[in-house]
């Protein structure tokens, strides 16, 4: 079972948030829509969805890894939960 915590974005520094919104903002497939957006543009709007609580910033202990999902994907997972 995963190791899964719930990272709450001002328990990191701008900077971190940042480098991290960047690397998210940049990974293959991720989607924006029908029109193409700037890096800067994209980080912004993951920052508000952060800001909002649309979106969940979790960290995996078993992997080191971390993503950001929709709140409700995250409750499902953090229950112990599976996505279908």
């Known amino acids: 079972m995963a190791d899964l915590l719930e990272i709450p974005p001002s328990r990191l520094s701008p ?33 508000g969805q952060l800001d909002t609580g649309e979106l969940v910033l979790l960290y995996d202990g078993d992997s080191e890894t971390w993503d950001l999902l929709p709140r409700d994907s995250a409750r ?8 279908s």
């Open 76 to 83: 499902v997972l953090l229950s112990g939960g599976v996505l």
């Open 15 to 47: 900077e971190v948030l940042g480098a991290l919104l960047e690397e998210f903002a940049s990974r293959d497939g991720t989607d924006y829509g029908d029109r193409e957006l700037s890096l800067g543009a994209k980080v912004q709007q993951l920052r």
